[in-house]
């Protein structure tokens, strides 16, 4: 950990149950027209529809675009800034999970700062004009992405997920109500929960990681493990619910000022080529990253053991450290998340594309940030191991 650490986030969070009918009154100081970006399941919900009247009711105006249909492309971050364009627009607006604002975040920064995303990847070029106003409204409790400064981007024709993190990229606002997570599907639930956790352990566990990101990440990590199979098994159970938001949204922020690390640098490889959600590519690879992790960084997976157990704080660190990882997995088991072979990936296409997934991953530069800091040798072993990982366990004890 370096003496100086920066922390950023959205310049207000709205955070609690209704909070989302105060989108009218946010968006009406930041501007009059704004581009409702979306999927058609938020639409058949009716949240779009109802976004639409709040904002009406405080005198903006609002077109939309629902052209969001899975993993951000860079064709959806082109069709939707389009679209802000010719409807004249200053204002944004994203309702859904992690890919509607991710894409609004590209389309916010491309606006006054020009170029294509990818012109962005690396920091090779840096957005130094204020992008435009911004208001995320998470749906899952999952991403965390109303509170990073992050985007990934697929970039359809090189099978490459572009990961930019910029300043400029940070949500002006986030409104965080827990009610819209409610009509979230079970499998939806528990991958994005996963991520969510995956979020909060790699922020704890980052070089990068300080003081503020651990208050946070610890605090995230306690909130989804106690709550993340209640809401799983009860999708109506508005406390479990409202915890999973309040740890998502701590997650964001704490990974976003200490940055992930291999989960997510192999993570993106697997959405790119084989267009897994990103939620269970984090899933499927996470206890088996731990496993090769653990031997590094014994005294913060013990942290984690103890928020799964209390009771097992009078054990050795490095029996708490591996209680932890099994937890990870009987709790994978739980939610049934699948391994990749289970998933439905081809074995001879995934070994086929095991050193260039590895390749990108380490590009990525999200590998560095890991207590053990892999080779692209030992990443493609782990890939061989997470495609048929067995997340059973025999006993915990």
Known sequence: MGDIAYFRAPQSIVYGKQAFNRVGEEAAGLGDRALIISDKVMNHLGFVDKCIQLLANHGVQSHVFLGVDSEPTVNYVSEAHEQ????????????????????????????TNGGDIGDYAGSAKIAGEKPIPHIAIP?????????????????????????????????????????LTVSSPQHVTAATGVDALSHAIEAYLSKKANPMTDTLALSAMKLIVRNLYQAYTNGENLEA??????????????????????????????GALFHVPHGYSNAMLLPAVLEFSMDSCIDRLSDLGDIFDPNHSNRSKEERAKFAV???????????????????????????????MAKDALDSGSPANNPKVPTQQEIEQLYRICYEYDFSIKEIV
Do not use: Y
């Not at 899952?140 to 990229?169: C, F, R, W, Y």
């Not at 915890?243 to 697997?270: D, K, T």
């Not at 049934?336 to 081809?346: Q, V």
């Open 326 to 356: 099994e937890s990870v997995k009987q709790l994978c088991s739980a939610l049934k998340i699948p391994n990749l072979m289970e998933w439905g990936i081809d074995r001879h296409k995934f070994t086929g594309t095991i050193s260039k």
């Open 241 to 270: 619910r409202e915890a999973m938001s309040l740890g998502a949204l701590q997650a964001g922020m704490a990974f976003s000022n200490a940055s992930v690390c291999l989960v997510h640098g192999m993570s993106r490889p697997i």
């Open 139 to 179: 749906t899952t409790a999952g991403t965390g992405s109303e509170s990073t400064d992050v985007t990934v981007i697929t970039d359809t024709s090189t099978n490459v997920k572009i990961m930019v993190k910029q300043p400029a990229l940070m949500p002006t606002v986030a409104i965080v109500d827990p009610l």
């Open 84 to 111: 802000f364009s010719l409807e004249k627009c200053n204002l944004l607006i994203s309702i859904g999970g992690g890919s509607c604002i991710d894409t609004a975040k590209a389309v916010a920064v491309l606006e």
